[in-house]
């Protein structure tokens, strides 16, 4: 079974799309992230949930 972990990122009103596509390229490529989703307030304000996979190593005995 996969397991993810999560992050999440908040974009206030009035931030650029460019400034939040860069934002999340860098995640994306330094950090392994992928985008999970994206929910827009009516507000304008974005929250962005980034997740990876988990690899866990088997122990030996």
Known sequence: ??????QELRF???TS????RQ?????AEYGRWE???VR???DGSRRVT???RIIRQPRLM
């Open 50 to 52: 980034l997740r990876r």
């Open 23 to 27: 934002a999340l390229t860098e995640h």
């Open 12 to 14: 206030p009103r009035g």
């Open 40 to 42: 827009v307030y009516m």
């Open 17 to 20: 799309r460019s400034a939040a």
């Open 1 to 6: 079974m996969l397991e993810y972990e999560y």
């Open 35 to 37: 985008l999970a989703r």
